[in-house]
């Protein structure tokens, strides 16, 4: 895991930005795996599919700078070269993007099928809430 240094985000914040991020980017199948307790990875692993290289990339360029927006550093992305499955280790937050046939050949969630939980279009913020029983500030 990356140490990741920046503003102490309220818990859930930044799984509710990443969810908006990919939301607002028009990834698919947004799915977020509760690792909390299960892992001392992260938190959270949000995997999201993008229709093409291009699409994969740019969003994941999109959380990239969102990231360092809200002012997080040590964020480590890796993938970007080929843009078929990038993976960005925010510290508590793990978020793979990957090309359609690339996820299926992997089928990472299918690892973590019982904590795997699908992501509903237009309201990520709102899963986030329920799921860690915090309020995110918009």
Same mark, same amino acid.
């Given at each position: 895991?990356?140490?990741? &240094?920046?503003?102490?985000?309220?818990?859930?914040? /930044?799984?509710?930005?990443? /969810?908006? $991020?990919?939301? =607002? =980017?028009?990834?698919? &199948?947004?799915?977020?795996? =509760?690792?909390?307790?299960?892992?001392?990875?992260?938190?959270?692993?949000?995997?999201?599919?993008?229709?093409?290289?291009?699409?994969?990339?740019?969003?994941?360029?999109?959380?990239? #700078?969102?990231?360092?927006?809200?002012?997080?550093?040590?964020? #480590?992305?890796?993938?970007?070269?080929?843009? =078929?499955?990038?993976?960005?280790?925010?510290?508590?937050?793990?978020?793979?993007?990957?090309?359609?046939?690339?996820?299926?050949?992997?089928?990472? &969630?299918?690892?973590?099928?019982?904590?795997? $939980?699908?992501?509903?279009?237009?309201?990520?913020?709102?899963?986030?809430?329920?799921?860690?029983?915090?309020? /995110?500030?918009?």
């Amino acid at each position: 895991m990356a140490h990741i &240094e920046g503003p102490d985000l309220e818990d859930g914040a /930044l799984h509710g930005l990443v /969810l908006k $991020s990919l939301d =607002d =980017d028009l990834a698919q &199948e947004i799915v977020t795996i =509760d690792l909390a307790g299960k892992s001392a990875l992260a938190d959270h692993m949000v995997v999201a599919t993008g229709r093409s290289q291009r699409h994969v990339g740019a969003v994941a360029d999109h959380l990239l #700078r969102k990231l360092k927006e809200v002012g997080l550093k040590g964020v #480590r992305a890796e993938g970007l070269s080929t843009c =078929d499955w990038v993976l960005v280790d925010a510290g508590d937050v793990v978020i793979h993007i990957f090309r359609a046939e690339v996820r299926e050949f992997y089928g990472i &969630e299918k690892m973590w099928a019982a904590e795997a $939980s699908p992501v509903p279009s237009g309201a990520p913020a709102n899963v986030a809430d329920r799921q860690l029983g915090a309020e /995110l500030s918009a």
